[in-house]
């Protein structure tokens, strides 16, 4: 018998993949309750407001927390469903880092009940689901056999995270069959995209190996890029005509890669077989490097001008969000100020403060498009957000225009 305080589903981990998902759930009339460790999201989401940035995201919130669907707290309740979207970031030597996964666990696993079904959604290395099982039966042995257990990756992009939470195909990966039949019926509540079910190892792998994919062929791009420089070619144009060909379809070169996902996932499968995946490595290798070839770029033309002001546009790592994890613009800038490579003006719409890795930095300041496009010698491309489509080309005459993102 449930009690009005239990819930029908449990999400730990209220972030840019946590949020959304809960908020989703909770509007098919199904109850949410949010856990994060972090007091003040906690605090954000009760009063029906987010703190990340997501079109459309805000509306579902505040929807579903005043009708009572959705509830944040610091700790779990019962529930039938315990749904994991805690982060997996890298640590020293390129290591996954699952620890955020194992407290989680922790604080849930006295929660647990005959019958419930444990999903994880956090990007993880292969072997994460099962470890997982063996850490709730070493607190709870005697639900051995009794819970089920599934591994679901999250593929969404963000700025469209509540379209394609929904639209989305997903690879479910049960522990066991039962496990992940019973993953596919709670997809269904909630998931229009089709659910395709196999084992927990293969759709582990399955995200990492989205993932190492892109990661290549971006990484073909990029070094095509500097080789171009290096040959006088402009890689624009030259990729607008290798991909003439019917079998041809080069990606398009950037500052670097970064984000959550791309800059960190491959380097899962480096770690589970460093002496095999050679070309995986070289790619994440050759993606890393790009900020700092764009960054000596800069600096080198800089040192054409007296007292150089550098515009820099974009600080995140893809258009239109506010995301800087991993991000190859931040990094630029990063480099451009310590080298003290001149004034530099950042222009990112989706900020209202510098983060504080460039506040300690001289002669950094956020700054608008007009009055950055007023002040500065030399405008440097980093992010293709929309804002920047319309700027008046009249307007970079007169400037030093370095274009990394081909906008
Ligand atoms: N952001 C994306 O676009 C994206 C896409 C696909 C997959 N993923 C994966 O999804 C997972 C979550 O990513 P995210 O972007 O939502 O991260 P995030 O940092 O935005 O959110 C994670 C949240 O989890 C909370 N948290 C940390 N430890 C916790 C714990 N023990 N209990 C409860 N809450 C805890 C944090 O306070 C934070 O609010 C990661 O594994 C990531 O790789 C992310």
């Known amino acids: 018998m449930k009690k009005a305080m239990d819930a029908d589903v449990?999400?730990?981990?209220?972030?840019?993949?946590?949020?959304?998902?809960?908020?989703?759930?909770a509007s098919k009339g199904i109850r949410v309750h949010g856990t994060d460790v972090n007091p003040s999201v906690v605090e954000t989401i009760n009063k029906?407001?987010?703190?990340?940035?997501?079109?459309?995201?805000?509306?579902?919130?505040?929807?579903?927390?005043?009708?009572?669907?959705?509830?944040?707290d610091r700790k779990p309740v019962k529930a039938d469903v315990?749904?994991?979207?805690?982060?997996?970031?890298?640590?020293?030597?390129h290591r996954p880092d699952i620890s955020y996964i194992e407290s989680a666990v922790t604080s849930l696993a006295p929660y647990l009940k005959k019958g419930d079904l444990v999903i994880i959604e956090s990007t993880s290395p292969v072997g994460t689901t099962e470890k997982v099982a063996e850490d709730i039966y070493s607190l709870r042995p005697e639900?051995?056999?009794?819970?089920?257990?599934?591994?679901?990756?999250?593929?969404?992009?963000p700025?469209?995270?509540?379209?394609?939470?929904?639209?989305?195909?997903?690879?479910?990966?049960?522990?066991?069959?039962?496990?992940?039949?019973?993953?596919r019926d709670f997809y269904s509540r909630f998931v229009k995209g089709n659910l395709?079910?196999?084992?927990?190892?293969?759709?582990?792998?399955?995200?990492?190996?989205?993932?190492?994919?892109?990661?290549?062929?971006?990484?073909?791009?990029?070094?095509?890029?500097?080789?171009?420089?290096?040959?006088?070619?402009?890689?624009?144009?030259?990729?607008?005509?290798?991909?003439?060909?019917?079998?041809?379809?080069?990606l398009k070169p950037g500052p670097g890669v970064g984000g959550h996902c791309i800059a960190v996932d491959p380097w899962f499968i480096v770690n589970s077989v460093p002496d095999t995946a050679r070309l995986i490595r070289t790619a994440r290798e050759v993606n890393d490097a790009k900020p700092e070839y764009v960054a000596a770029n800069v600096i080198k033309k800089a040192a054409r001008f007296k007292d150089p002001t550098i515009a820099c546009f974009g600080l995140s790592y893809k258009a239109d969000i506010d995301d800087l994890r991993e991000s190859p613009a931040l990094e630029i800038?990063?480099?451009?100020?310590?080298?003290?490579?001149?004034?530099?003006?950042?222009?990112?719409?989706?900020?209202?403060?510098?983060?504080?890795?460039?506040?300690?930095?001289?002669?950094?300041?956020?700054?608008?498009?007009?009055?950055?496009?007023?002040?500065?010698d030399i405008v440097v491309i980093l992010v293709d957000h929309r804002a920047f489509r319309n700027i008046d080309r009249m307007l970079l005459r007169e400037k030093l225009l370095i274009d990394t993102r081909g906008l």
Not at 10 to 23: D, E, F, H, K, R
Not at 82 to 93: C, E, N, R, Y
Not at 143 to 157: N, Q
């Open 159 to 183: 700025g469209k995270i509540l379209y394609e939470l929904e639209q989305n195909d997903r690879v479910i990966g049960g522990l066991t069959e039962e496990a992940g039949e019973k993953a």
């Open 143 to 157: 639900l051995k056999g009794e819970i089920t257990l599934a591994y679901c990756p999250e593929r969404v992009l």
């Open 196 to 250: 395709h079910v196999t084992n927990a190892r293969t759709a582990e792998m399955c995200k990492l190996v989205e993932n190492a994919y892109r990661d290549v062929n971006i990484a073909f791009a990029n070094e095509l890029s500097i080789i171009c420089d290096h040959m006088g070619i402009n890689v624009w144009e030259l990729i607008n005509l290798a991909n003439k060909h019917p079998r041809v379809n080069i």
């Open 48 to 72: 029906g407001e987010i703190h990340i940035v997501e079109p459309d995201l805000e509306g579902l919130v505040s929807y579903v927390v005043k009708n009572g669907f959705l509830k944040a």
């Open 333 to 376: 800038v990063e480099r451009l100020a310590k080298h003290r490579a001149g004034r530099i003006l950042v222009v990112e719409p989706h900020l209202k403060a510098l983060p504080d890795r460039l506040k300690a930095l001289p002669k950094v300041e956020l700054s608008t498009i007009d009055e950055s496009l007023k002040e500065a």
């Open 82 to 93: 315990f749904l994991i979207a805690v982060p997996t970031p890298l640590k020293g030597g």
């Open 10 to 25: 449990v999400v730990m981990g209220l972030g840019y993949i946590g949020l959304p998902t809960a908020g989703l759930i």
